[in-house]
C-alpha cells in the first residue's frame, strides 16, 4: 500500500486561504491527514520549526 499523504498534501500549496470555502475544505483535509496518519501535522511543524532555527538536513555545517 502507497502511502497517501503526499497525495493529501499537494493541493495545500494552491489553497487561497482568504476564500472560506478554501478555509472549510483545509479543515476537513486536515483533519483526514491526522485520521489517517496520526501525529504527521506535528511532525512537519517540527520540521518547519527547526529550519526556521536554521537547524536541519537542508542546512549547510560550517
Do not use: F, K, N
Amino acid at each position: 500500500m502507497t502511502d497517501p499523504l503526499p497525495d493529501l498534501l499537494r493541493p495545500l500549496q494552491d489553497l487561497d486561504l482568504s476564500r472560506a470555502d478554501a478555509r472549510a475544505g483545509l479543515r476537513a483535509l486536515l483533519i483526514e491527514i491526522e485520521r489517517l496518519h496520526p501525529g504527521a501535522l506535528a511532525q512537519q511543524a517540527a520540521a518547519l520549526e527547526l529550519r526556521r532555527a536554521g537547524v536541519g538536513a537542508d542546512v549547510a555545517m560550517t
